[in-house]
């Protein structure tokens, strides 16, 4: 019986092994292997503990910098060399400017700080399972706040906490479909722009129209960026207000602002992600349009945005890279490329940094550059205004799955 049970703790740890490389940018095969593990996992136990990070408070981790890569991109090279090593999803890195010390926050609650890791307290109704967790950390006013997943009973909600002062200051109503949750679609991005701040609030599923359709409900949060003054998070109010700034998302995980234009990144369907320029009151179609398929069945939506009264996407991605995260590009990069707009960004499934030019005058797509790092990426090290980090040696800074965090920089251009 112990070597049967021993035999079946392989084999699940193969499907798992399979389905993080496949990475939740393949819930097609995710799907198929979903039942399998159900199985062996019942088999197994039923009142074993799902897998949980092991790790303690005050657990090291290797700050140690391993040798440097360099790699030939078509115009110049891009160094980079890692600066401390943890097998973690991050939710965000944070630089103090001042100090430039970090803080890197992990989707399962942990905090990494210089070379120390650290359980945070979270709250007892934070979710982990269903790909769940902090799905991204801002700062405002010097209160620490998170995107978070979160359960009560046969509840399944978002949230948005204060977690500096232990308060939640939003929460979404349950979400339906249970069974077809899955928060890696829960999105995150955010830029402060004037006095308010935009976050992006996706839809919590791969293969679920019921909740794809919240996009579209004017009464649900998801699928939408969300408008907040920053004298919402100054209130003694434990509840702020906020507005729809744009609708009809799916999954946007980046977002940045260029001079007065604001753009993101939004995973697609089976294909399809998006880069979208974002303007106020705007819809951008999901689940209704898009140049992407449908897991279950392959079938595709409406092609033409436009025709439907929704905002084109600048440029659509096929087959699909996951993107990530997304910013201007560090000054040397935009300075090459002078008479262009400069963006870069992060992707899982293509591993790789998307460098991306558009036209200044009509925004129409002049190139998109794949630097690939073999490394699923996930953010970039921002500043406490949400901008990209650049230390003194101009290097600057973002996560990878597994691999830790990275710096790097852009050189000997030609």
Not at 5 to 21: E, H
Not at 102 to 123: A, H, R, S, V
Not at 126 to 138: A, H, M
Not at 200 to 221: A, C, M
């Amino acid at each position: 019986m112990r070597r049967k049970k021993i035999l079946k703790i392989i084999l699940l740890f193969f499907i798992v092994v399979s389905a993080f490389f496949a990475g939740h940018e393949n819930p097609e095969i995710i799907i198929k292997i979903k039942n399998i593990s159900k199985n062996i996992t019942s088999q197994i136990g039923k009142n074993q503990k799902p897998h949980e990070n092991q790790l303690n408070k005050n657990d090291s981790v290797n700050q140690q910098e391993k040798v440097e890569k360099i790699i030939n991109a078509n115009s110049f090279k891009f160094q980079y060399v890692n600066v401390v090593s943890f097998e973690e999803k991050t939710a965000g890195v944070i630089f103090d400017d001042s100090s430039k010390d970090y803080k890197i926050f992990t989707q399962n609650g942990y905090l990494i700080d210089k070379t120390i890791m650290t359980k945070l307290e979270m709250p007892k109704d934070f979710y982990t399972d269903q790909d769940g967790g902090i799905k991204s950390v801002f700062i405002v006013d010097n209160n620490i706040y998170f995107l978070l997943s979160k359960r009560e009973n046969d509840c399944f909600f978002a949230s948005l906490m204060n977690f500096t002062k232990k308060i939640e200051v939003m929460r979404s109503k349950c979400i339906p479909d249970s069974e077809n949750i899955n928060f890696a679609g829960l999105g995150g991005a955010y830029i402060f722009k004037d006095e308010e701040l935009l976050l992006s609030i996706g839809t919590p599923t791969h293969i679920s129209d019921i909740i794809d359709k919240l996009s579209q409900d004017k009464d649900s949060i998801f699928g939408k960026i969300i408008s907040i003054k920053t004298e919402e998070f100054k209130t003694r109010n434990e509840k702020i207000n906020y507005n729809f700034f744009s609708i009809g998302h799916r999954n946007p995980q980046g977002l940045t602002k260029y001079k007065e234009k604001i753009f993101s990144l939004e995973h697609g369907p089976q294909g399809g992600d998006e880069l979208n320029e974002i303007i106020e009151d705007s819809n951008y179609g999901w689940p209704i349009a898009s140049y992407g398929t449908r897991y279950n069945n392959g079938k595709g939506f409406a092609r033409s945005h436009a025709d439907l009264g929704f905002k084109e996407p600048i440029y659509s991605f096929l087959p699909a890279v996951a993107p990530s995260s997304l910013t201007k590009c560090p000054n040397e990069l935009q300075n090459y490329y002078n008479n262009s707009l400069c963006l870069i960004g992060l992707s899982l499934r293509e591993m790789s940094l998307l460098i991306i030019l558009l036209n200044n005058k009509n925004l129409s797509t002049i190139s998109v550059e794949k630097i690939k790092l073999d490394k699923r990426l996930r953010n970039f090290g921002v500043n406490k205004k949400g901008e990209l980090f650049i230390d003194e040696n101009g290097y600057f800074y973002f996560s990878s799955d597994t691999y830790g965090l990275f710096k790097g920089k852009f050189f000997s251009f030609r």
